[in-house]
């Protein structure tokens, strides 16, 4: 195996923002942020989602709109219809 040609591989902290979840897994991820986490520091990176938000991991059902963009657009703009 050549040298100096593999990224550093090490123990990463990964933060998901939805869940308020930490994970700390080898990566070779690079960044330049640490965090201290269980009094050891790590390297830092943001999530916006993981297994521990997903709802195919959690089981949780989220219904964002059930309407389409149409009824939308009346609901948001009935107020301005002209009267005929």
Avoid: W
């Avoid at 330049?32 to 986490?37: G, L």
């Amino acid at each position: 195996m050549r040298a100096n040609i593999h990224p550093e591989y090490r123990e990463v902290l990964f933060h998901d923002t939805n869940a308020n979840a930490f994970f700390v897994i080898g990566s070779t991820l690079s960044t330049n942020q640490t965090k201290e986490f269980e009094g050891k520091t790590y390297p830092y990176v943001t999530l916006d989602i993981s297994s521990a938000s997903h709802p195919f991991y959690t089981g949780e059902q989220r219904q964002v709109n059930n309407e389409g963009r149409i009824a939308n657009f009346n609901k948001r703009f009935a107020r301005f219809k002209r009267s005929q």
